[in-house]
């Protein structure tokens, strides 16, 4: 657990699917005028290759990884988070959180992800 003296708003991301390799796309969209730390990250392989769940910020060729990667067996779901046996880097982002998974998938074989972060109304508290 923290001990971050602010407190935030809890909120979740809308479910994304990832259907192409090393492409980035976004999972949490930060609301103006704010920071959010990562505090919980649900992954889903739906295909039928292993995969590595990556988190950072912006898209394609911008992208930045700066959390370590997380390995998701092909059928299966984990969760990482601070509440979990398996706690995440509490790094506070300034951008829009992006995902990006190293399988490639066509649907309904994506690999889904969906994210839970704690809000602040900015780098001051």
């Known amino acids: 657990m923290s001990e971050n003296y602010r407190e935030g708003i809890r909120k979740w991301s809308a479910m994304v699917s990832i259907v192409a390799p090393a492409t980035p796309i976004n999972l949490y969209l930060l609301t103006a005028g704010r920071?959010?730390?990562l505090r919980k990250l649900h992954m889903f392989n739906r295909n039928a290759a292993n995969t590595i769940?990556?988190?950072?910020t912006g898209l394609g060729g911008a992208f930045a990884q700066n959390m370590p990667g997380w390995f998701v067996s092909t059928g299966q779901d984990r969760e990482v988070g601070m509440d979990s046996l398996e706690p995440i880097v509490d790094l506070e982002y300034t951008a829009t959180i992006t995902v990006q998974a190293t399988v490639a998938a066509a649907a309904p074989n994506d690999v889904q992800v969906i994210a839970e972060v704690e809000e602040f109304q900015g780098p001051t508290g």
């Open 53 to 56: 769940v990556q988190v950072g």
């Open 35 to 37: 920071t959010a730390i």
